[in-house]
C-alpha cells in the first residue's frame, strides 16, 4: 500500500509539471475532467503540420502511463482514480524513520517513510554518520581509544593513541627469542617486558639465566652443550679397581665396564689378577704389568719330584694352577681303593706336595686330563671300569681346590668309553672328548659330551666313517677340545696354533701338534665332517697313514682334534 502511495504522489507531480509546461507553452488553460487528453490531442493537431508529434506524442503518452495499469514488484498498480484527496493527503503527511540498531542515538543512513514506527530498531531522530550500526561505543560522537576498532567512524584505527610493544614468551620463563608484535592488548603468548636471548621460547630451563648442567642440551643459550658439566669415565671390565687408559666423556654412566675413577696401568682388563697391584706369581703371566713374565723368580729353581708307591703310577697330565703352582693326574695301583685308581697330586712352585687324592672303585679307574674350573676348583677326566655301564665309562671328577670332591659323573654305553680330554665353556659347563665302542660304527668312534656346570649332560655326539691308518692305530688319545662360535663353518675362528713344523704333524707318532689358520683348512693334513658327513682326507706333503683329524659336531659346532687306537678286546675288570 505504501509503494502505490508512493508511485501515485510522483505520477501526480508529473502530471502537474508537464500541465503547466503546455500552459506556458499554448497559453490556454484546459479545464474539467479528462483535461489532460484533450489537451494532448490538440497539441498532436496543432504540431501535425510542424513535424513535432513524434516529440509531443511520446511525452503524452509517458504523462498518461505513469504507475497506471502496471505490475510492480511490490504488489499491484493503482490508477488516479482509485485513490481518494484524503488517501493522498494521508501518504503526504507520514513521518521518516532512521535505523538505529545500537541505540546510540546516530543512524548509518537507512530510512523507512511509515506512519507507524517500523521496528524497535528505527528511530523518528537520529544524527548521520554511525559506521557500526551494531555497537554502542562506535560512532562519531566516540573518542578513539586503543581496542584496533574504528571508535569514531573517521576510517582510521587506534589513530592518535599510545601503541604499545609486546614480546613474545611462550614458555613465561621471563626470556623472549626476539619476537615482537605491536598492539594495544597483549596477543597470546606475548608479555609487555621481557629479557632477550633465549635459544628454546618452549622450555622455560632454556635461557641465558639457567645454569648449564649434564643433560645434552644447550642450558644457557651459549651455543654449548654440556660445557663444564660433562664427566669423564674409565673403562674398568674385571672390576679391579684398575683401567687400561679407554675413558668416554659422558654426563652419565655409559656402561657397567666404566668407573668415574680407577687406577691407570692395566695390561689385561678382563683379569682381575692381573694389575700394577698384584704381586708376580708363577703362571706364565705378567702379573704386576711390568712387561715382564714370572720375574723374580717366583718359578722357584728347577725341580724333579717322584710321586707315587710301588708298582705302576702314572701321569697323564699336568697343568700350571692360579697359584702359580702344578696339578698332575694319572693313575696309581699303590693308593685307592683297588685296581688304579685318579691319583691327583698338588704341587706348590717348587715341586713340593700340598695335597694329593685318590678317586676310584675296586676295579680300574685312569685320570687322563684336568682343567682348573673358574671358581677355583679342578675337573679331571678319564675312565672308569669300577662305575658305570660298561667296560669302561667316561669318569668325570669335579674337586674344590683343596681337592675335595663336589660331584662325580659316568656316561658311557655297554662298551668301552674312554675320556681323554676335558675344558671349561663359556657358559660354565665342561665339554669332554675321547673314544667310544658303545655308540656309532664298528671300532672307536670319536665321543663329545656336553655337560653343565653341574656334571649334567647336556648333549652327546659320536663321529664315524674315519680312516685310521695301521701306524697310528696303536695310539689312543684326544689332545685337544675347542669350541668355535660360528656354526657349521669349515673353518676355524679365531686363528689355533698348537705345535710347530711339518715334521711335528707329520709324525707317524702321535705328538700333540696342530695347525690351522681362520679361513683355510688344516694346514697339512685334515678329515672334515660337518652335518655328520665326511670329507675325503686331504694330505699336505704328509706321508700316508700320518693324517691329523678335524671334525665338525653341528649340534654346538666342537672342533676335536686327536688320534684313535684300534678298537681293544678285554673283558671288564682286565689289563
Known amino acids: 500500500m505504501k509503494k502505490e502511495r508512493h508511485s501515485f504522489l ?19 488553460r484546459i479545464k474539467g475532467k479528462g483535461g489532460i487528453e484533450k489537451m494532448g490531442w490538440k497539441i498532436i493537431d496543432r504540431l501535425r503540420e510542424k513535424k513535432w508529434f513524434v516529440f509531443l506524442f511520446s511525452i503524452l503518452l509517458l504523462a498518461l502511463n505513469v504507475g497506471c495499469d502496471k505490475k510492480s514488484s511490490g504488489g499491484e498498480g493503482i490508477s488516479n482514480k482509485e485513490i481518494s484527496n484524503e488517501e493522498i493527503s494521508k501518504s503526504e503527511k507520514c513521518p521518516v524513520w532512521y535505523k538505529d540498531a545500537d541505540g546510540d542515538g546516530y543512524t548509518d543512513g537507512t530510512t523507512k517513510v511509515s506512519c507507524t514506527k517500523p521496528s524497535d530498531e528505527y528511530v523518528s531522530s537520529a544524527t548521520i554518520g554511525d559506521c557500526n550500526d551494531n555497537d554502542p561505543n562506535i560512532n562519531p560522537g566516540k573518542a578513539e581509544i586503543c581496542d584496533g576498532k574504528d571508535n569514531n567512524c573517521n576510517n582510521q584505527i587506534d589513530e592518535g593513541v599510545l601503541l604499545l610493544v609486546f614480546y613474545k614468551d611462550v614458555d613465561g620463563d621471563g626470556y623472549t627469542d626476539g619476537t615482537m608484535q605491536i598492539g594495544c592488548t597483549a596477543p597470546a603468548g606475548y608479555v609487555l617486558s621481557a629479557k632477550p636471548g633465549d635459544c628454546n621460547d618452549n622450555d622455560p630451563n632454556i635461557n641465558p639465566g639457567k645454569a648449564e648442567i649434564c643433560d645434552g642440551k644447550d642450558n644457557n643459550c651459549n651455543n654449548q652443550i654440556d660445557e663444564g658439566v660433562l664427566l669423564v669415565f674409565y673403562k674398568d671390565s674385571d672390576k679391579d679397581g684398575y683401567t687400561d687408559g679407554a675413558t668416554k666423556v659422558s654426563c652419565s654412566k655409559p656402561s657397567d665396564e666404566y ?8 695390561c689385561n682388563d678382563n683379569d682381575p689378577t692381573i694389575n700394577p697391584g698384584k704381586t708376580e706369581i708363577c703362571d706364565n703371566k705378567d702379573n704386576n704389568c711390568n712387561g715382564q713374565i714370572d720375574e723374580g723368580n717366583v718359578c722357584g729353581s728347577a725341580f724333579a719330584k717322584t710321586i707315587g708307591g710301588i708298582f705302576d703310577n702314572f701321569a697323564h697330565s699336568i697343568i700350571r694352577s692360579s697359584d702359580g703352582g702344578y696339578v698332575v693326574v694319572g693313575e696309581t695301583p699303590w693308593f ?3 685296581g688304579t685308581d685318579f691319583y691327583v697330586v698338588k704341587l706348590d712352585s717348587s715341586g713340593n706336595v700340598q695335597w694329593t687324592k685318590t678317586i676310584g672303585g675296586g676295579n680300574y679307574d685312569k685320570a687322563y686330563s684336568i682343567t682348573q674350573s673358574s671358581d677355583g676348583g679342578y675337573v679331571v677326566a678319564g675312565e672308569t671300569s669300577s662305575f658305570g655301564a660298561g667296560y669302561a665309562d667316561f669318569y668325570v671328577v669335579k674337586l674344590d681346590a683343596n681337592g675335595n670332591v663336589i660331584w662325580t659323573k659316568t656316561i658311557g654305553g655297554g662298551d668301552w668309553d674312554f675320556a681323554y680330554s676335558i675344558i671349561q665353556s663359556s657358559d660354565g659347563g665342561y665339554v669332554v672328548a675321547g673314544s667310544t665302542s658303545s655308540f656309532g660304527a664298528d671300532g672307536l668312534d670319536f665321543y663329545v659330551v656336553k ?6 649332560v647336556c648333549f652327546s655326539q659320536n663321529i664315524t666313517n674315519y680312516s685310521v691308518s695301521s701306524n697310528v692305530g696303536s695310539f689312543s688319545s684326544v689332545s685337544k677340545v675347542a669350541i668355535s662360535q660360528s656354526p657349521r663353518v669349515k673353518s676355524i675362528s679365531p686363528t689355533v696354533s698348537y705345535g710347530g713344523s711339518v715334521s711335528d704333524i707329520c709324525a707317524s707318532s702321535p705328538a700333540p701338534h696342530f695347525i690351522c689358520s681362520g679361513s683355510q683348512d688344516c694346514a697339512f693334513g685334515s678329515a672334515v665332517a660337518t652335518n655328520g658327513e665326511k670329507e675325503d682326507v686331504k694330505s699336505y706333503g704328509c706321508s700316508v697313514g700320518s693324517v691329523l683329524s678335524r671334525f665338525f659336531i653341528p649340534a654346538s659346532v666342537l672342533i676335536v682334534y686327536g688320534w684313535l687306537r684300534k678298537k681293544r678286546k678285554k673283558k671288564k675288570g682286565g689289563i
Do not use: C, E
Not at 668407573?259 to 692395566?266: L, P, R
Not at 655337560?451 to 649334567?456: F, K, Q, V, W
Open 336 to 338: 685307592g681303593a683297588g
Open 451 to 456: 655337560m653343565d656346570a653341574n656334571g649334567n
Open 10 to 28: 510522483y505520477k501526480k507531480i508529473f502530471l502537474k509539471l508537464l500541465y503547466f509546461y503546455l500552459r506556458f507553452l499554448f497559453g490556454k
Open 259 to 266: 668407573v668415574s675413577s680407577a687406577t691407570a696401568g692395566d
